[in-house]
T-cell receptor, first 114, second 110 residues
């Protein structure tokens, strides 16, 4: 069974640009969550999608948005990039809702904002 | 505000030692407490705890949850160098939010 895949793996952007990250969950998983990981703040929850609906959102500005498609694949978009957005962005999928079952993490997308 | 606090933040032990990692949480509409191990890549799942007092065990690792005192511990016995990693705990709410602690960095020396 294929694991969670994320594309691209590495990305370099400049301030003010926007970026779209993609996550393909494990087949059959309906929940996809996104996280930002930085050395200073650790792992922070961005949002969770379940059956194409955003169920919850962390404390991030509106520049961070996402969506989930009918095949459960998810995208995350960050607009008007800032230097502080440089981070590892992880997505995780689970069979059912977050906290009810094991979550499987993808390898992450390393975003660098110059 | 929801928060999860882990202690200690870092720990250095020698092979064969037993370690206890702590996690306290305050999560609104709490559903479960999860432990993850992170090496140089994405976190991998260790345990999910929902009920107080029931120990979960996997090899040399075990974990237990106390919902009255709002904390969990992760024990690793007979540590090996391969146990060196960051150990993360996270509290989940029944609204789909997962709050992570800062992590405990464990280094096991030969």
């Amino acid at each position: 069974k294929a694991g969670v895949t994320q594309t691209p793996r590495y990305l370099i952007k400049t301030r003010g640009q926007q970026v779209t990250l993609s996550c393909s969950p494990i087949s059959g998983h309906r929940s996809v969550s996104w996280y930002q990981q930085t050395p200073g703040q650790g792992l922070q929850f961005l949002f969770e999608y379940f059956s194409e609906t955003q169920r919850n959102k962390g404390n991030f500005p509106g520049r961070f948005s996402g969506r989930q498609f009918s095949n459960s694949r998810s995208e995350m978009n960050v607009s008007t990039l800032e230097l502080g957005d440089s981070a590892l962005y992880l997505c995780a999928s689970s069979l059912v809702a977050v906290g009810s079952a094991e979550q499987f993490f993808g390898p992450g997308t390393r975003l660098t904002v110059l | 505000e929801d928060k999860v606090v882990q202690s200690p933040l870092s720990l250095v032990v020698h092979e064969g030692d037993t370690v206890t990692l702590n996690c306290s949480y305050e999560v609104t509409n709490f559903r479960s407490l999860l432990w993850y191990k992170q090496e140089k890549k994405a976190p991998t799942f260790l345990f999910m705890l929902t009920s107080s007092g029931i120990e979960k065990k996997s090899g040399r690792l075990s974990s237990i949850l106390d919902k009255k005192e709002l904390f969990s511990i992760l024990n690793i016995t007979a540590t090996q160098t391969g146990d060196s990693a960051i150990y993360l705990c996270a509290g989940s709410s029944n609204t789909g939010k997962l709050i992570f602690g800062q992590g405990t960095t464990l280094q096991v020396k030969p």
